[in-house]
């Protein structure tokens, strides 16, 4: 659904955003245009799915809302129904747009719909009868199943979004986080495991009905490339800033065996995952008082607690952000923004808590989806989400199928960029740091290592996660063997195992959102890299001459200006020439990521002198 883009999308999140008429019609268009379809004919199919995809988008988005803010049986099927509308409507308009792609005197735009109708799926359901409907409610209950996931922490129940909280508490003991990290994998991934592998199934039918190999190839054909250049594309990227991640992971270990010991965690080797701070030790941050450089470590503040001591509760929080933007001179979030947005965790209900960034009616009726905590993670969360809103209200002036991002990636990196400016100066300007507290020049190191705790540390993990998908569409790995390989490639690409053995029924990719919530994942690890490009850019446009790891461009309104030309422009050019508008090159490059962290890369290296690097 493109009317929905989120960090942490629902089941059918692009499928219910690819126009489709009904299965009837379609087959009458199928028929009447057969002889000779004209480039006027695909004109005119292009249109007419624009307007129908458009209507139904809004409803979809809707009953998908109620039933993401509200989880019961009910809003459950009401969102298993709708979403298999647009899963039918998806594949029909995806099946006619391939009939199109080759008539000559196509123009650039038609064309470029037409590619955007085919490969624009998330699961494609075939087209034999109840397909579409099987595929929606596997895709929707397991999703459901997710949001209602609980683990343990000392034998009693917690929630999701406590057990989350609580595996950044360094006050727990190593068992304790043990226990955690076991007890959510355990009770929410392992249940799923027979029912992902059949929604895999289906969804590769539809995928081949397409034209596709696989529904992994489909995924990785919406980049303006080839499925295998993109594959090299992030794999290049990956090279470009993995020597930054392995010295990380070398840095960190040592610590992590200081603190624990060589039998909860050796000198070398990898990690152990649950204590790393995150339930999928995909970002480290929440462990940084354990790595903390002496001396230039204590940055002497924490986000949280200035936001506490100022007396600033979840809405104050979303306000800040708004204020941001503002500062750039982007107008204010409507009112309805505000009446509509779910903030906090309601107390009599199930809800999805993962962050998500909402556009319901294509225009102005943007929200987000949170259970804010008052913290730093949240405080950066609401740049992030707000970002994808602001996004959102820039492209809705392009047609329909333009109604997105450059790129996924794009989505993803604006409010990233924007959460870079996050730095000491920006908190005074905000008045929530007291400017005789700003960390001194001393303590750049230790400001880059905290960023890198969460930048950097994700790196693999955003690759990983998709690179397990692939090889299960593609069928290299079996669903005998889903929780294996998944265990590999989280040590070949993290350096990290288990804090246990896992039991032969495990499903530990369940336990991760994205997968049940079938959320396509490279987009993260391109906005990860994106992200520094633009800062880097707008740093520049800014005029700042200091380290790039301090400027904030807060209140520059020639980055706003640019920005939002950039972001108007939706996904109506290929993302390269996106990419050009605002940081005038065509490629991306993990070039100025690794300039950001330069100093911190030097650091890291002097520390680790004589110390094994890898596992």
């Not at 959510?184 to 059949?198: C, E, S």
């Not at 624990?260 to 995150?278: C, E, F, M």
């Not at 987000?368 to 993670?377: E, G, P, S, T, Y």
């Not at 490629?587 to 950001?596: C, I, L, N, Q, V």
Request: charged share 20%.
């Amino acid at each position: 659904m493109r009317a929905m883009i989120s960090s942490l999308s629902l089941a059918m999140s692009l499928a219910l955003a690819s126009p489709v008429l009904s299965a009837e019609k379609a087959k009458d268009n199928a028929t009447s245009k057969q002889a000779a379809p004209t480039a006027a004919d695909a004109d005119a199919f292009v249109a007419a799915v624009e307007k129908d995809l458009f209507d139904y988008s809004v409803e979809a988005s809707q009953v998908n809302w109620v039933n993401s803010t509200y989880i019961t049986e009910d809003t459950d099927a009401m969102a298993a129904r709708i979403n298999a509308v647009g899963t039918e409507k998806s594949v029909q308009y995806a099946l006619e747009a391939a009939k199109y792609m080759n008539i000559p005197g196509l123009s650039a735009d038609t064309k470029r719909k037409l590619d955007i109708l085919r490969t624009g799926l998330v699961l494609p359901a075939p087209t034999s009868p109840g397909a579409a409907t099987e595929l929606n409610q596997i895709a929707t209950n397991l999703q459901s199943q997710y949001g209602k996931g609980r683990g343990t922490l000392n034998g009693k129940e917690i929630s999701g979004s406590d057990i989350e909280a609580e595996m950044g508490n360094l006050d727990h003991s190593p068992a304790e986080f043990a226990e955690m990290w076991t007890s959510w994998h355990d009770n929410v991934g392992a249940p799923m495991k027979d029912d992902y592998a059949r929604m895999v199934s289906i969804a590769n039918a539809g995928a081949k009905e397409l034209g596709f190999a696989n529904t992994g190839a489909m995924w990785r054909s919406g980049y303006d490339m080839t499925p295998e250049e993109f594959a090299q594309m992030t794999e290049r990227l990956w090279q470009e800033v993995k020597p930054l991640y392995m010295a990380l992971h070398t840095y960190v270990r040592s610590k992590l065996n200081e603190k624990y010991g060589d039998a909860v965690q050796p000198k070398t080797g990898p990690i152990r995952a649950d204590l790393l701070g995150n339930m999928w030790a995909q970002e480290w941050g929440n462990i940084y008082p354990l790595v903390a450089p002496e001396g230039a470590g204590d940055l002497g503040y924490d986000i949280g607690d200035l936001l506490k001591a100022k007396g600033q509760g979840p809405l104050d929080m979303v306000k800040t952000g708004e204020n941001f933007y503002s500062s750039l001179g982007f107008e204010p979030l409507p009112d309805t923004f505000w009446k509509r947005s779910m903030f906090t965790k309601p107390a009599d209900r199930e809800v999805v808590c993962h962050a998500s960034a909402w556009d319901i009616d294509n225009k102005d009726d943007i929200r987000i989806k949170m259970c804010i905590k008052v913290n730093a993670d949240d405080f950066v969360t609401i740049h992030h989400e707000l970002g994808h809103n602001y996004y959102q209200r820039a492209y809705k002036a392009q047609p329909f199928l333009y109604l997105n991002g450059a790129n996924d990636g794009f989505h993803e990196a604006i409010g990233d960029f924007v959460a870079l400016s996050i730095t000491p100066q920006y908190l005074v300007d905000i008045n929530l740091l007291d400017p005789a507290t700003v960390p001194s020049a001393g303590k750049d190191i230790g400001l880059l290592l905290r960023q890198a705790m969460d930048k950097v540390a994700f790196l693999p993990f955003g690759l990983l996660v998709d690179r397990w998908r692939w090889g299960v569409f593609d069928g290299t790995i079996k669903p005998a063997n889903y929780n294996q390989a998944w265990t590999q490639l989280r040590l070949q690409y993290q350096g990290i195992v288990p804090p246990g053995e896992r039991p032969a029924n495990a499903f530990d990719p369940g336990a991760k959102y994205h997968i049940p919530g079938n959320t396509p994942y490279t987009r993260y690890f391109l906005a990860r890299i994106l992200q520094f490009q633009f800062y880097e850019a707008a740093c520049k446009q800014a005029g700042w001459t200091g380290p790039l790891h301090r400027c904030s461009f807060f209140g520059n309104k020639e980055v706003g200006e640019k920005l939002n030309a950039m972001l108007e422009m939706g996904s109506s050019k290929p993302w390269p020439d996106a990419l050009e508008a605002f940081t005038g090159t065509r490629e991306m490059s993990g070039k100025a990521m690794a300039d950001y962290f330069a100093p911190l890369k030097a650091w890291l290296d002097e520390q680790n002198k004589g110390k094994p690097q890898g596992w």
